[in-house]
């Protein structure tokens, strides 16, 4: 059971706009801390796409954004592409353990 | 270009050890906290330590506090996980991982390794 809930499945067709859904509680997401996202493509390590609630690294296009609410946040992908397929992993920091960093459970993002 | 090279996975009985180490390069690494991750086979991705850049701070998840230590040798560029007491609950993809951000409690894992299999057998 993760400290932060994501759907286990997404899907869409390419050049549509899906949102993938990540909600904690007062402890985490609530508190204020940072929401990042994380995309890991099959058999590979995972790669951060957005960190700061809002923020892209360099490289990760546009059509990645996420915004953060209350105790959820949650990333959008617009104009699907195939490549996008992938899970998607949100994290942030929870002030029940000291350090303690928490996932979400991950969600698979399929193109139709 | 900012690499992590992970080693020191492999096969052990329950209860044995295992020393992961990561060698880093392609950034200052003093003064950069790191972190370990795993992954269970299909499951999703556990945070399991942090260090911080100087080494003072370490931090652990619950599942593995009291069994494993992670520790930096600056001059080395290297953080090691040593791993204690395993169980088979244990097997996962360890990942090394660096963090970035001005404030500790939100710091981003912004660069990867690309993993280090432990198997734990029953």
């Known amino acids: 059971q993760s400290v932060l809930t994501q759907p286990p499945s997404v899907s869409g067709v390419p050049g549509q706009r899906v949102t993938i859904s990540c909600t904690g509680s007062s402890s985490n997401i609530g508190a204020g801390y940072d929401v990042h996202w994380y995309q890991q493509l099959p058999g590979t390590a995972p790669k951060l796409l957005i960190y700061?609630?809002?923020n892209r690294p360099s490289g990760v296009p546009d059509r990645f954004s996420a915004s953060k609410s209350d105790t959820s946040a949650s990333l959008a992908i617009s104009g699907l592409q195939a490549d996008d397929e992938a899970d998607y992993y949100c994290q942030s920091y929870d002030s029940s353990l000291s350090g303690s960093r928490v996932f979400g459970g991950g969600t698979k993002l399929t193109v139709l | 270009e900012v690499q992590l090279l992970e080693s020191g996975g492999g096969l052990v009985q329950s209860g044995g050890s295992l020393r992961l180490s990561c060698a880093a390069s392609g950034f200052p690494f003093v003064g950069w906290a790191m972190g370990w991750v795993r992954q269970a086979p299909g499951k999703g991705l556990e945070w399991v330590s942090t260090?911080?850049?100087?080494?003072?701070?370490?931090y652990y998840a619950g599942a593995v506090k009291g069994r494993f230590t992670i520790s930096r040798d600056n001059s080395k560029k290297t953080v090691h996980l040593q791993l204690n007491s395993l169980r088979p609950e244990d097997t996962a993809v360890y990942f090394c991982?660096?963090?970035?951000?001005?404030?500790?409690?939100?710091?981003?894992?912004?660069?990867w390794g690309q993993g280090t299999l432990v198997t734990v057998s029953s």
């Open positions: 260090i911080s850049g100087s080494g003072s701070g370490t």
């Open positions: 991982a660096k963090f970035k951000g001005l404030r500790f409690e939100n710091y981003a894992f912004d660069f």
């Open positions: 700061g609630d809002n």
